[in-house]
């Protein structure tokens, strides 16, 4: 097929197939007499695992490293490792946003509980020298997010 057809069927643009043929990512085809690539449908089925792939997290360099060489060449563990790295990644950045969010909503305490009759300003600093000094008791690093949650008053 035509790259047109492939970029319709995949629901990618012709630039972004070529893109993938450049960077390695799908067999480069050859141009016929014609002038036109013709891709077969492996390249469907490629570019298919790679705009999923993307879409679940992985770099452009990671699915390179996990796609095969030769379309019947898959290495079932190699495979299986790197889908678990990128599961182990995920827990990672989780455990970071959840580490974020519970900062977030102590400074939101902070702001809603803090002394009355500051200006937001010094209610702000009020509450980030609040955080640095929970932070620095809990032994936790500043802005780590992993001192302790004030209490409300």
Known sequence: MKIGELAKRCGMTASRIRFYEASGLIRAVARGANGYRDYGPEALW????????????????????????????????????????????????????EQNKAQLRRVIAGMENGPEGLACDERAQWVLNRLRDEEGAAGGAPGSGQGPLPEKS
């Open 46 to 97: 490629i570019l298919d695992i790679i705009a999923s792939a993307q879409s679940a997290g992985f770099s452009l360099e990671e699915i390179r490293r996990l796609l095969p060489t030769e379309p019947k060449a898959w290495q079932h563990e190699d495979l299986l490792a790197g889908l678990m790295r990128k599961v182990a990644e995920i827990e990672r950045l989780q455990q970071r946003l």
